[in-house]
């Protein structure tokens, strides 16, 4: 991964010229997790940040002596999206649990320390850091909020068919393409899985559109540039792209 690039479009460090990205680069690492690790737990001492760059995190709520459970994820961080605001504020300690929600997840990993030296030299890269970091935190606030308050959201999931006949017919690509769109629209309540063949080999890649209240749709033979239509069309605006539907 061009790890620069990639930072250009990460949410908390929107506003950062070249040069002051090329000094936080210098403290990245990536890490990565597979399908259903979790990350870190509510109540560990948080002393980093965590940046998504491929697939979804869900946080969750952890219910004592039960094993975690989808239905306990408050939201989704896709990629570009960051975690970990908490090392940043008293008492430094992560508010919900952390969990790879796709088969795997990359993360580029921050320690504050590092980056509280950044901002000792760049007064500049830490005000604009640590404003964007109150903005993130703000968001997350109220969508816990509302998930404690508010009407139950629509759910939707997306889930890209991943076995190996997927795989060969170009389901990474797809995949990509669709966290790349979820990652510009700014949507939150989306969740998207990989999965095994449907045993519809001829037809892959497959990917399935499940939103509350209405019937899945399976797509077949997507592309890039199908899918991008498929979630702006369908998943966005709810009109079903039919032209792309598997039937039997």
Not at 209 to 219: A, R, T
Request: hydrophobic share 40%.
């Amino acid at each position: 991964m061009a790890v620069l690039d990639f930072l250009k479009r990460v949410n908390v460090f929107k506003g950062l010229a070249d040069d002051q990205l090329n000094k936080i680069q210098a403290g990245c690492q990536e890490v990565e997790y597979h399908g259903g690790h979790r990350l870190f737990a509510e109540g560990e001492h948080s002393d980093r940040v965590w940046i998504v760059s491929e697939g979804q995190v869900d946080l969750r709520f952890d219910l004592p002596g039960r094993p975690t459970s989808e239905e306990n994820t408050i939201f989704s961080i896709t990629a570009g999206n960051t975690l970990g605001w908490s090392s940043f504020v008293p008492p430094y300690q992560y508010k919900l649990s952390a969990y790879c929600a796709t088969r795997t997840c990359k993360i580029l990993q921050i320690k504050n320390e590092f980056l509280l030296n950044l901002f000792e030299k760049d007064i500049r890269m830490g005000f604009l850091v640590i404003s964007n970091l109150a903005g993130i935190a703000s968001t997350h606030f109220h969508l816990l909020q509302n998930s404690a308050t508010g009407p139950p959201a629509s759910k939707i999931t997306v889930t890209v068919h991943m076995a190996t006949c997927g795989i060969a017919a170009g389901a990474r690509q797809v995949m990509t393409a669709l966290m790349e769109e979820i990652y510009d629209s700014g949507r939150q309540d989306i969740s998207v899985k990989s999965s095994g063949c449907i045993g519809k080999c001829p037809s892959e890649p497959n990917v399935t559109v499940e939103i509350s209240g209405e019937d899945p749709v399976v797509y077949q033979k997507m592309t890039p540039k199908k899918i991008r239509k498929v979630f702006k069309k369908h998943i966005l605006q709810g009109d079903v792209q039919t032209d792309f539907v598997l039937t039997d």
